[in-house]
């Protein structure tokens, strides 16, 4: 069962499992909470290991309301969803982990508002958070073609599929891409002062370098999702492995 809150205009859907020191999780563009971390297992592993997971829908995304303004879906104005979900539950600090977009929003969260972040934890971005993952304008132009047969491009057709296959709502999604893909300057990376762990699958052709990342970074680690490639990564063992061990190293003060 999903529950809601409102902010900004935006009815956003959350679930809140478990006891124990809270973990926000934040999903990737075009998925939801359940795509993101019930499937996969995050929900049972974090509740399991004794954590608090919570975790939301985007705006635009899942079962939350929607907007075709791009000016909507500003990672910043995410991050603040994000933060509003924890003052709605009361929650000061927490484990902040977001999976590509999310960990995008993650980084903007940790910089807007770093008393709310314990931890950090980047899935699926590395290095290209400064440098950016690629043409995503073919994204946009796939989730708003007639017929998805004309699709040519891999990468285009790939998340024209995926956001089929969990019916989105397409028109949500391109004014997201529109606005979503903000980059942050190696100096705003160089803030991120929180323990962080930076875990990209070793297939991966979106996120760019773990490595390259978390040499920009104070206090920050990179993991290698072995034989994964971007949409794979999420649900790995060894992924989950590594963040309760990371977890553990870095309890909330």
Partial sequence: ????????????????????????????????????????????TLTEAGYRAIAFD???????????????????????????????????AAHVMGYSMGARVAAFLALAAPQRVATLVLGGLGIGIVEGVGDWDLIAEALLAADPAAIRDPRAKTFRAFADQTKSDRRALAACIATSRTLLAEADIARITQPTLIAVGSRD????????????????????????????????????????GFFAEHPIA
């Fill in 1 to 44: 069962m999903t529950a809601s809150f409102t902010h900004a205009g935006f009815e956003l859907a959350f679930v809140d499992r478990g006891a124990g020191e809270p973990v926000l999780l934040i999903h990737g563009f075009a998925s939801s909470h359940f795509v993101n971390w019930v499937s996969p297992g995050w929900v049972k």
């Fill in 58 to 92: 985007h705006r635009g995304h899942g079962l939350s309301s929607k907007s075709y303004r791009p000016e909507d879906y500003t990672p910043d104005e995410m991050a603040a969803d994000a933060a509003a979900l924890l003052d709605h539950l009361g929650i000061e």
């Fill in 205 to 244: 052709d979106i996120a760019g370098s773990a490595e390259m990342l978390a040499g920009l970074m104070p206090d920050a680690e990179a993991f290698e999702i072995a034989g994964r490639d971007h949409m794979q990564a999420v649900g790995d063992r060894s992924f989950k492995a590594k963040v309760l």
